[in-house]
């Protein structure tokens, strides 16, 4: 889809998708910027949260439809053991996150790309780039 370099992409989490198609001003106004620059990152996983968030036919054609619009990065094999890994250790530390975000962490990671998420618990993955917006 675009030329633009991994650093520049930012993987846009589902929250923010949610808001978005919701018609919210904050999420409206950073996709039509990430748009814009064709910076917006999607993955399996934010592609399956989003989707199964339909309530109707109509609104799961819809969803598919416009998530098909945007960059995709699939998950690769050594994503669900870093994300395991990540998991397991945040677990031993005593805080617990959503195995999926685990993923999508493991996901940004690799690809050294900004996560994009309203969700506080991002901020405690270590290593990770991550850009809190307002819900």
């Not at 919210?24 to 990152?41: C, M, T």
């Not at 799961?60 to 870093?82: I, K, N, V």
């Not at 999926?100 to 998420?117: G, P």
Request: charged residues 25%; glycine residues 2%; hydrophobic residues 45%.
């Amino acid at each position: 889809m675009s030329n633009a370099p991994t650093a520049e992409r930012v993987l846009v989490d589902t929250s923010v998708w949610v808001d978005f198609f919701r018609n919210r001003p904050a999420a409206v106004s950073l996709i039509r910027e990430l748009a814009e620059d064709h910076r917006a990152v999607i993955c399996g996983t934010i592609l399956q949260e989003t989707l199964q968030g339909a309530k109707t036919e109509k609104e799961l054609a819809f969803l598919r439809a416009q998530m098909s619009l945007w960059h995709f990065e699939a998950e690769l094999p050594e994503d669900f053991t870093a994300a395991a890994g990540l998991y397991a250790r945040l677990r031993w530390a005593g805080v617990t996150v959503p195995p999926a975000d685990c993923l999508i962490t493991a996901v940004a990671l690799r690809r050294d790309s900004v996560l994009c998420s309203p969700d506080a618990h991002f901020e405690r993955m270590p290593d990770l780039k991550f850009h809190r917006v307002s819900a």
